[in-house]
C-alpha cells in the first residue's frame, strides 16, 4: 500500500500560470483533503471531499478549485497563480469525515 | 469560535529532559483532540488521540476540560523526538480537522 500519493513533488511557477497538483490514495477511503502549511500558520484547510462526488470549501478556498475524480483521486487546481499561493500543499484522506487523516508527502509550491 | 493554540514556536531542552508541549483550545461541547506530528523530509502523522489514552514513543496527553489544554508530555526527551509538532481537533459540527499552529521540539544532546 503506498498509502496517499501527490505529484509533483516540486513545483515552480510565474504568476498568473496554472498547474493542477494531483492526490491519489489505495486505502479505499470516502473523505479527502487539500491543506496548505505555512510558517507560524499551521496547517489550513482549503477545501475537502466528504465523499466521491462532494467538494465543500474549507478555511482558505480563495484562488483554487478541486475535482474529485473518483473515490481514489482528489486534485487541486491553480487557475492564476500568484506568490501568496506559495506554500507546502498536503493531501489527505480518512476512512469517513472525523476519522483519523492519513497524509501525502506534500508538494512544495513556489510563485514568483 | 473553534481555535487550536500552541503558543510555542519553538521548544528546545537536551537529551533527558523532561518535555510539555502545550496546547490550548476552544470548542463548545465535548471536544475530539488529537496530536500530530511531522519529522524532517517525512509526511505528517498521528502520534495519539485522547480516546484512545495510550502512550506513543514515550509521550502522553491528557484533556484537561477545566483548563482547555491537551498538553503532550514526556519524561526524557531522545533526540529522535525532535520534530514539528501539531495539536490538533475535530469540529463536531463538520468533522474537520482545525490544527492549531505547531511547535518545533528540539532535542540538543
Known amino acids: 500500500n503506498a498509502g496517499v500519493t501527490q505529484t509533483p513533488k516540486f513545483q515552480v511557477l510565474k504568476t498568473g500560470q496554472s498547474m493542477t497538483l494531483q492526490c491519489a490514495q489505495d486505502?479505499?477511503?470516502?473523505?479527502m483533503y487539500w491543506y496548505r502549511q505555512d510558517p507560524g500558520m499551521g496547517l489550513r484547510l482549503i477545501y475537502y471531499s466528504a465523499s466521491e462526488g462532494t467538494t465543500d470549501k474549507g478555511e482558505v478556498p480563495n484562488g483554487y478549485n478541486v475535482s474529485r475524480l473518483n473515490k481514489r483521486e482528489f486534485s487541486l487546481r491553480l487557475e492564476s497563480a500568484a506568490p501568496s499561493q506559495t506554500s507546502v500543499y498536503f493531501c489527505a484522506s480518512s476512512g469517513f469525515i472525523g476519522y483519523e487523516q492519513y497524509f501525502g508527502p506534500g508538494t512544495r509550491l513556489t510563485v514568483t | 469560535a473553534q481555535r487550536v493554540t500552541q503558543p510555542e514556536k519553538l521548544l528546545s531542552v537536551f537529551k533527558g529532559a523532561p518535555v510539555e508541549l502545550k496546547c490550548n483550545y476552544s470548542y463548545s461541547g465535548s471536544p475530539e483532540l488529537f496530536w500530530y506530528v511531522q519529522y524532517s523530509r517525512q509526511r505528517l502523522q498521528l502520534l495519539l488521540r485522547?480516546?484512545s489514552r495510550e502512550s506513543i514513543k514515550g509521550f502522553t496527553a491528557d484533556l484537561n476540560k477545566g483548563e482547555t489544554s491537551f498538553h503532550l508530555k514526556k519524561p526524557f526527551a531522545q533526540e529522535e523526538d525532535s520534530a514539528m509538532y501539531y495539536c490538533?481537533?475535530?469540529?463536531?459540527?463538520?468533522?474537520?480537522?482545525?490544527f492549531g499552529q505547531g511547535t518545533t521540539l528540539q532535542v540538543k544532546p
Open positions: 485522547h480516546i
Open positions: 486505502m479505499n477511503h470516502n473523505s
Open positions: 490538533a481537533l475535530i469540529s463536531g459540527n463538520t468533522g474537520k480537522l482545525i
